[in-house]
């Protein structure tokens, strides 16, 4: 998704002093990253593909509601639980946080080879939001970089300034949907339809849904604009919680923290505090789902601030925990596969929307809205260890991935070197 922040560098916001005459800017290697950064990545996107997978094989509505289609057994509301509970926000969060370090990396890179950043920077985040509407509308409708590239066109202005203020506007930007939310039953009626609709949707809308989604592709493509178009606000809405995340990501990168720059101690506070505050706050927002009877108005509004808050908590126990298995060298095998997965983020991302396609839609295998939740987790396990397996294998060979040389040179106006020598 990003690039990495150079190795072994601690944070800084300024041009070295000995930066020499400007240079033409260029694409980051192999050399120029952290692989602690590139671990997280990979293991994030392993959490994204296991989120995702729910929306890809049905209707977007069983995401959100595990008994939008009606009963289900308890073995697939315990796999969803554990999805919401360990998963849901939480892996976007990281994401989203990763996006905001490498702004500052790329841009203070830029700034000290050439003197200026803001072109490149733009055309970064331009090609990012056109790739991420192609993603959007030619393959899957949930795609995130588009607005990705939107909200990095602002976050970028704010990337440098202190510390304490980058915290305050990001708690405000974090705070802004959760007001929104709590006033939910507040919302003028024919707006509480269309998110019933998205909420428990229709047997006529399920039905057209599956007919479209298992029908030919332009179809599909028809159909994804509509819905994508239609969710606008709604995901604009998350928006602010992208910008909130992108600002704690520069803090984070400015501090060490991705970097595996801090003490084993500092690590371990992170992981506690994230897990024991964060999870049972996700849990209970569960429990009060249940308690409800799963009432939209409860559920959509101040029952989802309970995942809502805990998954910030939960996204730092994480990062805590891939930040000390990096800082103590453990699992170095796995972990090298991870960043693996992590350097090529952007082509193992739109990768699961081709494969996931092809399984669940029209143009592929048809099983869209026939496969169990259980049967999810395994084609998840499938596609990331093929992933694990093969993108270490990829840049033996060459220095990026396919999508991720594709976006450089558009953004660099260059030709990067593919192959290594």
């Not at 694409?27 to 296991?50: E, K, Q, T, Y």
């Not at 970028?156 to 915290?167: C, D, K, M, S």
């Not at 998205?198 to 599909?220: H, K, L, V």
């Not at 910030?312 to 972990?335: D, E, N, Q, T």
């Amino acid at each position: 998704m990003t690039d990495s922040p150079e190795p072994d560098a601690p944070p800084n916001d300024t041009p070295p002093k000995d930066a020499g005459p400007p240079v033409n800017a260029a694409p980051v290697v192999a050399a120029d990253r952290i692989r602690s950064i590139d671990v997280l990545r990979g293991f994030a996107l392993l959490g994204v593909l296991a989120m995702n997978m729910q929306a890809f094989a049905e209707v977007f509505a069983v995401y959100m509601n595990p008994y939008a289609l009606g009963d289900i057994s308890n073995f697939e509301f315990g796999i969803w639980t554990v999805h919401r509970v360990l998963a849901d926000q939480k892996f976007m969060t990281i994401f989203s946080m990763l996006f905001g370090a490498g702004i500052v990396l790329m841009t203070e890179r830029a700034k000290a080879r050439t003197g200026k950043a803001a072109g490149l920077h733009y055309r970064r985040m331009l090609w990012l939001a056109l790739f991420g509407f192609g993603h959007a509308t030619l393959l899957w409708t949930g795609d995130i970089l588009f607005f990705y590239g939107m909200v990095g066109m602002v976050a970028f202005l704010l990337r440098r300034v202190w510390l304490w203020l980058q915290v305050v506007l990001a708690l405000l930007a974090f705070a802004l949907p959760a007001v929104v939310f709590s006033f939910l039953d507040q919302m003028p009626p024919e707006e509480l339809a269309d998110l019933a609709e998205m909420w428990s949707p229709s047997a006529d809308y399920i039905a057209s849904t599956r007919e479209t989604m298992r029908g030919p592709w332009f179809d599909q493509v028809a159909f994804r604009l509509g819905e994508w178009s239609g969710m606008l606000g709604f995901l604009v809405l998350f928006g602010w919680r992208i910008f909130a995340n992108m600002l704690l990501g520069m803090v984070l990168f400015r501090t060490g923290v991705f970097a595996a720059q801090r003490s084993a101690r500092f690590y371990g506070t992170l992981i506690v505090a994230g897990f024991v505050i964060g999870l049972p706050l996700c849990a209970y927002g569960v429990y009060d789902h249940v308690a409800c009877d799963w009432d939209l108005v409860r559920s959509m509004g101040v029952g989802s601030l309970f995942n809502y808050t805990g998954s910030l908590f939960v996204a730092f126990g994480w990062i805590g925990l891939v930040m000390l298995i990096c800082r103590r060298g453990a699992l170095p095998g796995l972990r090298e596969r991870f960043a693996a997965v992590g350097q090529m983020a952007f082509t193992n991302y739109i990768l699961h929307s081709v494969i996931s396609t092809t399984i669940y839609n029209g143009h592929g295998f048809g099983l869209f809205g026939q496969v169990s939740r259980a049967w999810q987790v395994v084609i998840v396990l499938a596609i990331f260890g093929l992933q694990l397996w093969y993108s270490p294998i990829w840049l033996r060979r060459f220095r990026f991935g396919p999508l991720e040389w594709c976006w450089r040179a558009l953004a660099y106006w260059q030709l990067p070197p593919m192959r290594r020598s």
